[in-house]
């Protein structure tokens, strides 16, 4: 079974800084990943979709990459903003979604 | 446009009682649709796929008896929570993919907080 796990669980930064957060995964046969963001209490916004030939996907700010062999993906976000505050899911795409646990990012003014 | 709504966005009932949830495509029309539960501190977990007109497909763990999925139309789709207890607490969210869509596109809803006390 698919097993997703994000480091690190919880990340606090300073406002202006750059950052990554981890995500790590366990079977590399994947249609694609998904980076999410979770506001509490609320659903999720999609982000940035990597298809599983591609290498990254860049979106503002934001830049994922991904590496199905070794089963890793990154999200970087640069110059952090007090609005990126939120939990950061990532999912890969087999025969279903397999969420990771989330890393919650607070940036702090 | 692929937006997904769900009603209530939250509820508050006793134990013992069921709790319906609604979860409907509003501009487009979705064959299947997926359920998915989060605990506190814990990932989403697929509940069930429904696809419409046809009986729910359930997840391992998952009571299909305690937890009803009808999918009726090609924008909604209901779950309903029979007999809540307090273990039932949780956040539930749906997804829809869009009729033809690729098998890895799915829309989320804003998901539904139940707190059974």
């Known amino acids: 079974k698919q097993e997703v796990t994000q480091i690190p669980a919880a990340l606090s930064v300073p406002e202006g800084e750059n950052l990554v957060l981890n995500c790590s995964f366990t079977?590399?046969?994947?249609?694609?990943l998904q980076w999410f963001r979770q506001d509490p209490g609320k659903g999720l916004t999609s982000l940035l979709l990597i298809q599983s030939s591609q290498r990254e996907q860049t979106s503002g700010r934001l830049n994922a990459s991904l590496d199905k062999s070794s089963g890793r993906s990154t999200l970087y976000i640069a110059a952090s903003q007090p609005g990126d505050s939120a939990t950061y899911l990532c999912?890969?795409?087999?025969?279903?979604?397999?969420f990771g646990t989330g890393t919650s990012l607070t940036v702090i003014p | 446009g692929a937006v997904v709504s769900q009603h209530p966005s939250w509820v508050i009932c006793k134990s013992g009682t069921s709790v319906k949830i609604e979860c409907r495509s509003l501009d487009f029309q979705a064959t299947t649709m997926f359920w998915y539960r989060q605990f506190p501190k814990q990932s989403l977990m697929l509940m069930a796929t429904s696809n419409e007109g046809s009986k729910a497909t359930y997840e391992q763990g998952v009571e299909k008896d305690k937890f009803l999925i009808n999918h009726a139309s090609l924008t909604l789709s209901t779950l309903t929570v029979t007999s809540a207890h307090p273990e039932d607490s949780s956040f539930y969210i749906c997804?829809?993919?869009?009729?033809?869509?690729?098998?890895?596109?799915?829309?989320f809803g804003p998901g539904t907080r139940l707190t059974v006390l």
């Open positions: 999912a890969v795409k087999g025969n279903q979604f397999y």
């Open positions: 079977d590399s046969a994947i249609y694609n």
């Open positions: 997804s829809a993919r869009p009729a033809g869509g690729r098998v890895d596109e799915q829309f």
